[in-house]
């Protein structure tokens, strides 16, 4: 499924680059003020925020029942997708996840087990809520404000975990997983937990799905048999067990397979493309009708996914990133004049290379894909790189793959997935610099590292590792609750449920304004380069 297909599924959401074309400028953020009708439409920061508005959303604030109005259609976007939209008199059964199921049944003659003195189940109505701070102006650092006042709504969105009551019988359940898109680390770990949670649940049937959607399609591609004694070590090592692959079959043809081999559990691990094909599934299978269901994982090691806290991967990616900095920081604080030169992760977002900068300490300059910047120029990167060289004899720089796009040369080319083939902004600085410390006479020793590809590679660190193991549970949770066309995420520290159409209008970014980023510029110290 190539990436203008997939992400048609979520046609009805603003996407980031319709919303910026709409409001005229690169990065909104906050509210629109009112025009003379008394009522204002709302501007999204590319941050992370519940408040994904509908194109044609508009809020009259002059209506004293606006904050109700606001909350009800909140609740409405966030509501989960339920077997029972599609299927109402749909049974559910005690649930088969308890206290004496820790140990797999061979079957279920003596009737499905539960355990109604185990207070582990999440209840239906448990919430958690979305945002934790309550701005007081809209001036205020990362501010994300509905009105020009910066009223406090509350916004509440599906707790994850374990229900009493399961739609699925797990005998007839046949489960399977497909990972999609670039490699990540702890993609091992998430497929480990989906397998020995479903195990517990009692599901026999569970298979993979090889390189991504692709083995939907390909008839040479068989599926892989899985079990708890054939995952139980694969978290040891980076990749995936699975395989991966970018692009793919038709939603239809995907469907039309998940028929042919009986499938009615999917779990997709990938990032917005992926999701939105997932969705994308979803919506097909209910339109025929089918008892499935579809929950997501999110991957991206580049942390730019919607209302979460994060995304598993990102910490690995850090702390490997650190390796790779400190490289750079001793060849250049060995060499005369020396500059290190890193580039790290981040197509759009600069996550990575901000959060490894604030890490290492080692940085001296960090440039992102969200914040411009010169190179050359009385302010640009280049006479603050000589400053550094005469004050402190040498300099690290830390560079988003995505940042100073304007500088190099612009392709049309795409990948699998439809993204733009990015210019190598890392190569480019490598020579400007170059260039320049020879046009001004002074000595200058440019060491250039690009570790992307080790940092993909590695297996997940303890903190993703519990990060995967609790998302692959609470896939698994969700699936047998009968949601679907949902995905799972960390946000303010509690696992949640998200609707997969909220999550993907536009990818995470970010914000020059917050203080993280700020928290950032005062650790490297460097100057504004426009």
């Not at 996914?305 to 490289?327: C, H, P, W, Y």
């Not at 060289?389 to 690290?396: M, Y």
């Not at 612009?410 to 046009?439: C, P, R, W």
């Not at 590292?449 to 896939?475: E, F, K």
């Amino acid at each position: 499924m190539d990436s203008a297909s997939a992400h048609a599924a979520a046609a009805t959401f603003i996407s980031w680059p319709k919303l910026g074309s709409l409001l005229g400028h690169r990065r909104p953020r906050g509210f629109a003020f009112p025009s003379p009708r008394g009522s204002v439409r709302i501007a999204r920061g590319c941050r992370a925020s519940a408040q994904i508005m509908r194109e044609s959303s508009v809020i009259d604030f002059s209506d004293q029942d606006w904050k109700v109005k606001y909350q009800r259609d909140f609740e409405r976007r966030f509501n989960l997708p339920h077997l029972t939209d599609v299927f109402p008199d749909a049974q559910s059964i005690p649930s088969t996840f308890c206290l004496r199921m820790r140990t797999p049944t061979e079957a279920f003659a003596d009737g499905y087990p539960s355990d109604e003195e185990w207070h582990g189940y999440i209840n239906n109505n448990d919430r958690v809520l979305l945002k934790v701070i309550r701005f007081s102006s809209p001036t205020s650092a990362g501010a994300e404000c509905i009105d020009p006042d910066c009223s406090w709504v509350e916004q509440w969105v599906h707790r994850a975990g374990p229900r009493e009551k399961i739609y699925f019988k797990p005998e007839e359940v046949k489960a399977a997983i497909v990972t999609c898109g670039g490699l990540c680390p702890g993609l091992n770990d998430v497929i480990r937990h989906i397998v020995i949670t479903l195990e517990i649940y009692g599901v026999k049937k569970i298979v993979g799905i090889p390189f991504g959607y692709r083995g939907f399609s390909d008839k040479d591609l068989n599926e892989i048999l899985l079990s708890r004694k054939v995952v139980q070590n694969i978290h040891l090592s980076g990749g995936s067990l699975l395989g991966v692959s970018r692009g793919g079959p038709s939603v239809s043809d995907i469907v039309d397979s998940m028929e042919e081999r009986g499938i009615n559990m999917l779990f997709v691990l990938g990032g917005n493309g992926t999701h939105a094909g997932a969705n994308a599934i979803h919506d097909e299978c209910r339109k025929r009708r089918l008892r499935v269901a579809v929950v997501g994982v999110p991957k991206t090691i580049d942390n730019d996914i919607l209302l979460m806290d994060k995304t598993f991967g990102f910490d690995t990616a850090v702390e490997e990133a650190q390796r790779a900095i400190n490289s750079a920081y001793i060849e250049a604080h060995s060499a005369y004049h020396g500059i290190g030169i890193v580039k790290l992760m981040g197509r759009s977002s600069g996550f990575i290379a901000m959060h490894a900068a604030l890490a290492s300490g080692q940085i001296d300059i960090c440039l992102i894909p969200e914040v411009p910047f010169h190179l050359h120029g009385p302010h640009g990167v280049l006479k603050h790189l000589k400053y550094l060289i005469e004050t402190k004899g040498s300099a690290v720089i830390c560079v988003a793959e995505g940042a100073g796009q304007n500088f190099v040369e612009k392709t049309n080319a795409k990948d699998a997935s439809g993204n733009i083939v990015l210019g190598d902004i890392g190569v480019h600085i490598q020579q400007e610099t170059k260039k320049y410390f020879k046009e001004i006479g002074i000595h200058g020793d440019v060491k250039y590292i690009d570790p992307t590809y080790m940092i993909r590679a590695c297996r997940a660190n303890a903190s993703d590792g519990i990060l995967c193991t609790v998302l692959g549970q609470n896939a698994v949770h969700g699936a047998f609750a009968g949601y679907s066309g949902i995905t799972v995420g960390l946000c303010n520290t509690h696992y949640v449920y998200f609707p997969i159409p909220e999550v993907i209008a536009y990818p995470r970014s970010v914000d020059p304004n917050s203080r993280m980023w700020h928290r950032c510029l005062t650790s490297t110290g460097q100057p504004d380069f426009v």
